[in-house]
């Protein structure tokens, strides 16, 4: 069938080992920011959010970095597991003042855990 | 429901035809969005709509492509006169409120033949 990761980097890690999946965003304005995980054939899944007055925020196995002064987002999976695999997206929340704004996307990255 | 429904899951369309793509949003939602994934690609913002009003349709495409909710709960995305270039997954997305993460359904893959 067809991959939601086709075309788009990849980055390949040994299961058990920590990956770190980099994004730059396009906005300086933009205050919310979401990590999305999406395997073929699903929607995107949410993993983790983090808002522009925070640089860091830790969940369950992932960790989310904001480097506002170089728009950069990173988020951080530990220990990775088979079903980590997917492609992950990043995606930037900012606000026009003319009403509400959807999210945009960044390319996203495939991520494989290789066994 | 428990999360975003979305229907049909897969439609294929002879180009020219028009579509029609359903969302059932989380109870209680909002806001709604609909979002076009090409393949190999992130979603594209389409349009969002905060109850019945549809605040924000910049990212629709082209006057062939309109979206409503009119009692502010299900939405329909519709295609007129589909071309190739139309097929794509659309997906929605709802939230509870603007500035809160949005839940995103399974997607429509749309195939234009």
């Known amino acids: 069938g067809e991959s939601v990761g086709l075309h788009l980097p990849t980055l390949s890690v040994q299961e058990g080992d920590n990956s770190i999946i980099n994004c730059a965003y396009s906005n300086s304005a933009s205050d919310y920011f979401i990590w999305y995980k999406q395997e073929s054939g699903k929607g995107p899944q949410f993993i983790i959010d983090?808002?522009?007055?925070?640089d860091k925020r830790q969940g369950q196995r992932v960790t989310v970095l904001l480097n506002k002064t170089v728009k950069h987002l990173s988020l951080q999976i530990a220990a990775t597991q088979p079903g980590d695999s997917a492609v992950y997206f990043c995606?930037?929340?900012?606000?026009?003042?003319?009403?509400?704004?959807?999210?945009?996307f960044g390319k996203g990255t495939h991520l494989i855990i290789q066994p | 429901g428990a999360g975003v429904s979305q229907s049909p899951r897969y439609k294929v369309a002879k180009r020219g035809q028009d579509v029609a793509l359903r969302c059932d949003p989380i109870s209680g939602h909002v806001s709604l969005f609909w979002y076009q994934q090409a393949l190999g690609q992130g979603p594209e913002f389409l349009t969002y709509?905060?109850?019945?009003?549809?605040?924000?349709k910049s990212g629709l495409p082209s006057d062939r492509f309109f979206a409503e909710r009119p009692e502010g709960s299900v939405s329909t995305l519709k295609i007129q006169r589909t071309q190739q270039e139309d097929s794509a997954v659309y997906l929605c997305a709802s939230s509870l409120k603007v500035d809160l993460l949005a839940f995103f359904g399974q997607g429509t893959r749309l195939t234009v033949v």
């Open positions: 709509f905060q109850n019945e009003a549809q605040l924000d």
């Open positions: 995606a930037e929340r900012y606000p026009s003042g003319g009403g509400a704004d959807g999210l945009t």
């Open positions: 983090i808002r522009s007055n925070m």
